[in-house]
């Protein structure tokens, strides 16, 4: 059971260009999301998805997109990577019960750095 | 909107001290409260949760937590710190509307001093 699993773990950028980043679980869990963590500003959610077909944005969306094609995976795409994105991404995942009680667990991260 | 706070960017203790990392929230209605534990360079590990029932919910690693309604609170406590309970310490409150979404504190950073 390898939980959530992110690749790459680091990624240099230069404005401008475009980039996915990967996301995917093997525990059947319905509900991903993904956050991005900035120093001294806590973990801010980006997008999430309930399920396979459905997203919806969070607090910070805009520069990202995200699809749901499966229930395993969830990619996040930078359209035109600028230099506020510089940040460290994390993708979750947990079980989607009503009212939302579940803990999440969170994959290890990736680094992205936006010259 | 829902929010927490942790008002302390940092903690310092000495080992075998108890500790206590604090948290405070703002919601309407009844709050779902979790506590992160974030070691250098890893993802958050899930400590703790409060949904309902007892205000003193344990975790892991020995934690624990107390949920106080009156004071909106949550804070996070062990009884004796360990030099690896060093680390990055996020209190959560789930969010309102569809989905599990949580709305994170900025994180308060634990230093275990031998």
């Known amino acids: 059971n390898a939980g959530v699993t992110q690749t790459p773990k680091f990624q240099v950028l230069k404005t401008g260009q475009s980039m996915t980043l990967q996301c995917a679980q093997d525990?059947?869990?319905?509900?991903m999301s993904w956050y991005r963590q900035d120093p001294g500003m806590g973990l801010r959610l980006i997008h999430y998805?309930?399920?396979?077909?459905?997203?919806d944005q969070g607090e910070v969306p805009n520069g990202y997109n995200v699809s749901r094609s499966t229930t395993e995976d969830f990619p996040l795409r930078l359209l035109s990577a600028a230099p506020s994105q510089t940040s460290v991404y994390f993708c979750?995942?947990?079980?989607?019960?009503?009212?939302?009680?579940?803990?999440?667990?969170f994959g290890p991260g990736t680094r992205l750095t936006v010259l | 909107a829902q929010s927490v706070a942790q008002p302390e960017d940092q903690v310092n203790v000495a080992e075998g001290n108890p500790l206590t990392v604090k948290c405070t929230y703002s919601?309407?209605?009844?709050?779902?409260l979790f506590w992160y534990v974030q070691y250098p360079n890893r993802g958050l590990q899930f400590l703790l949760k409060?949904?309902?029932?007892?205000?003193l919910v344990k975790g892991s690693y020995g934690f624990e937590a107390e949920f106080n309604k009156s004071q909106t609170s949550f804070h996070l406590k062990k009884p004796s710190a360990l030099v690896s309970d060093s680390a990055l310490y996020f209190c959560?409150?789930?969010?309102?509307?569809?989905?599990?979404?949580?709305?994170f504190g900025a994180g308060t950073i634990l230093r275990v001093k031998s």
């Open positions: 919601v309407s209605g009844n709050p779902y």
């Open positions: 525990m059947n869990h319905e509900y």
């Open positions: 959560a409150v789930r969010d309102k509307g569809y989905g599990n979404k949580l709305v």
């Open positions: 409060y949904i309902t029932g007892d205000n």
């Open positions: 979750a995942s947990s079980y989607q019960l009503a009212g939302g009680s579940n803990e999440q667990f």
């Open positions: 998805s309930v399920g396979a077909g459905i997203t």
